[in-house]
């Protein structure tokens, strides 16, 4: 089944911990996404990558860093620089649109409390 | 500044009738928007999409509307069915550009009742 996987579903952590949220996609994309979600607040982007080795700031990407190795992962770790890390994160990704379309499709989330 | 903006944050209609749910932009340069559906704690899916080429698209019982000279695009849900009960976001982008990048609204909790 190819699409965009994420772990854990749960997270808790202390403050002043990083902490590390995977997401794995098999949909052969180019571009990955890292979103968060607040409530009342939709989804802002934190940062984006549209080919390995690079990635770019999204609206809010202080407190948080990201790496694209390869081609399927784009984890994103929320350091203790982060003021209100506890949100909802979600990963997505997206083809380059070259059939017309930019849809972003998105994993099942991880909620991430840190007290 | 929200470039992006969904002003009812909920709607409530009867399971069988229309709903219509409503987004207004203020960037002119968008030219791609979509819907999103999202239940709690899950990942928002891909609804519907309208290219600024179109004045309305429609899959089943789903149509986007857009209007460019007003900045207004809206779905429309026929008919509804408590299932449909769901966060909805509506999303802008400018195709084109360099990053592929989304703006999404805040989002309108949908409620059908049965």
């Known amino acids: 089944d190819g699409g965009i996987t994420q772990s854990p579903k749960y997270l808790f952590r202390k403050e002043g911990q990083n902490v590390t949220l995977s997401c794995e996609q098999n949909l052969n994309h180019d571009a990955m996404y890292w979103y968060r979600q607040d409530p009342g607040q939709g989804l802002r982007l934190i940062y984006y990558s549209q080919i390995v080795n690079d990635f770019q700031k999204g609206d809010i990407a202080e407190g948080y860093s990201v790496s694209r190795e390869k081609k399927e992962s784009f984890p994103l770790t929320v350091t203790s620089a982060q003021k209100n890390p506890t949100a909802f994160y979600l990963c997505?990704?997206?083809?380059?649109?070259?059939?017309?379309?930019?849809?972003?499709?998105f994993g099942p989330g991880t909620r991430l409390t840190v007290t | 500044d929200q470039q992006v903006k969904q002003n009812s944050p909920s709607l409530s209609v009867q399971e069988g009738r229309i709903s219509i749910l409503n987004c207004d932009y203020t960037?002119?340069?968008?030219?791609?928007f979509l819907w999103y559906k999202k239940y709690p704690a899950e990942g928002p899916t891909f609804l519907i999409s309208?290219?600024?080429?179109?004045d309305k698209n429609e899959d089943g019982r789903f149509t986007v509307f857009l209007n460019k000279s007003a900045k207004h695009l809206s779905l429309h849900i026929v008919p509804s069915q408590p299932g449909d009960s769901a966060v909805y976001f509506c999303?802008?982008?400018?195709?084109?550009?360099?990053?592929?990048?989304?703006?999404f609204g805040k989002g309108t909790l949908l409620t059908v009742n049965p």
């Open positions: 960037n002119s340069m968008f030219d791609y």
């Open positions: 997505a990704s997206s083809s380059f649109g070259t059939s017309g379309s930019y849809e972003q499709y």
């Open positions: 999303a802008a982008s400018v195709r084109g550009g360099s990053n592929y990048k989304l703006t």
């Open positions: 309208i290219s600024s080429i179109k």
